[in-house]
């Protein structure tokens, strides 16, 4: 509101100095009319300018300079070859109106290229990019999804990759150990990926802590120098980071939000592939890993069944899913109205069954006995 009121009074002015000087031989009214239009214009023109940026700015105050400057020596000529006459006014006048104006319009349009933090002092602020720094984490490029996360597109800024990361991918890549060498291979290939991937930027940096041993410390210091956010899978250096006041981009936490949504009383078909910790439980993996704890399931081990889901646990460390398989309600029932099948028991051993055909379960001596 403020700035309205100085706006409007700024104007006011300058359409009383040009009623009062009366600057443009006109009757008063219309000077103060042209003093209010100018008022205005240079209203329009202050609004435009707080909606540029500082690069633009200063680039079109260093381009107006530089044509300024060229018009002044254009102008020498000019005067030296033309003779003086309106011809040679107006040659002057509009060679200044277009060196200034391609000086203010280039330079406006050539001033995003420039780099105000290499300007230090007042321009330290135009630090632009360090709150955009990707830190990545070793295990993280050993996951391998951040390639097809960086390949969508929704990875902006600049990745950077730490000398020490490498040397550690580099020590894993080349251990005896069969599982870890893949491990540090795959890690290489991703990087390889990742460099290929057009949507993003890689930068591989020398910064280093020679007083910091752990890997996982090195990337917290790292990602306070540069201001920037680790990219990790790992649980431990997601809390440890946090804890410190480290921006921290978690890929598990990405994948389970991603996750379809899975709400108490629905009911899923799982494979039964192992026994659970507690007293009769089964344990079911879904196809994108997630862990399906299901009561009464111990006996259905390496079979489907339908469960219905108890609860949700969500942590960090991913999405665990609680169920409980009902055996009556998914056993084979007998058509409606049809009785009972009735239980024999066999006289030598005492014990009870439902023979469903009596000729296959006598013995040859037997069925001559009933046949008599």
Known sequence: MDVVLIRLLFVLIVGVICFLIHPFNLPKN??????????????????????????RLIGAAIGSVLGIVGAY???????NSVSPSPMQSFLQIMVMLVMAYVGLAVGANKGDMLNLAALGGIFGGEKSGKKSFKI???SVIIDGRIADIAETGFLDGLIVIPQFVLRELQLVADSADSLKRNRGRRGLDILQRLQKTASVQIQIVEDDFPTV????????????????????ND???????????????????????????VLPGEVM??????????????????????????????????KTIDISVTSVLQTTAGKMIFGKWDERATGRHDPKGASPSPVAVSPATGTSGAPSDPAKKQTPAVADRAAD
């Open 213 to 232: 041993r752990e890997v996982d410390m090195k990337l917290i210091e790292l990602a306070k120098l540069y201001e920037g956010k680790i990219i990790t």
């Open 235 to 261: 649980f431990n250096l997601n809390k440890v980071a946090q804890l410190q006041g480290v921006a921290v981009l978690n890929i598990n936490e990405l994948a389970n939000s991603l996750k379809p949504i």
């Open 269 to 302: 078909r799982v494979f039964i592939l192992k026994e659970g910790k507690e007293y009769n439980q089964g344990v079911a993996y879904l196809d994108d890993g997630t862990m399906v704890v299901v009561d009464n399931a111990r006996k259905m081990i390496g």
């Open 30 to 55: 219309m000077d103060a009319a042209v003093g209010l239009l100018i008022g205005v214009a240079i209203i329009v023109f202050e609004w435009r300018l707080r909606v540029m940026s500082l690069k």
């Open 73 to 79: 020596l254009f102008a020498l000529v000019i005067r």
């Open 136 to 138: 990545l984490d070793t």
